[in-house]
Nanobody, 125 residues
Framework: QVQLVESGGRLVQAGDSLRLSCAVSGGTSSRYAMYWFRQAPGKEREFVAS????????HYTDSVKGRFTISRDNAKNTVYLQMNSLEPEDAAIYYC??????????????????WGRGTTVTVSS
């Protein structure tokens, strides 16, 4: 397993943009498909986005398509989530996940090999 540390979460206004980062350590990030999940208060953790080992394939949950972009820089062992046109419904704790096998659109019950501790995004209306 690798260690994952998310950063970049903060309070923003609706319509703003924000970029989250996930730093990978304890292994080579290019060996892992990477994921972003989020969990809002009182709700289940949900899949947000995934990216394959070299970044050739990306997938998104419907509610963020066209607004969020997942990317990775394997040279920096870092994965990003660019979030544009943020809405109050996007407020949540965002978690980074890593898994050796690429599961493009996982269910909410699926768990990757490694999780980060999360970074909090708050969106005011």
């Amino acid at each position: 397993q690798v260690q994952l540390v998310e950063s970049g979460g903060r309070l923003v206004q609706a319509g703003d943009s924000l970029r989250l980062s996930c730093a990978v350590s304890g292994g080579t990030s290019s060996r892992y498909a990477m994921y972003w999940f989020r969990q809002a208060p009182g709700k289940e953790r949900e899949f947000v986005a995934s990216i394959s080992w070299k970044g050739g394939a990306t997938h998104y949950t419907d509610s963020v398509k066209g607004r969020f972009t997942i990317s990775r820089d394997n040279a920096k062992n870092t994965v990003y989530l660019q979030m544009n046109s943020l809405e109050p419904e996007d407020a949540a704790i965002y978690y980074c996940g890593a898994n050796e096998i690429f599961n493009p659109i996982p269910t909410s019950q699926w768990k990757p090999d490694s999780w980060g501790r999360g970074t909090t995004v708050t969106v005011s209306s």
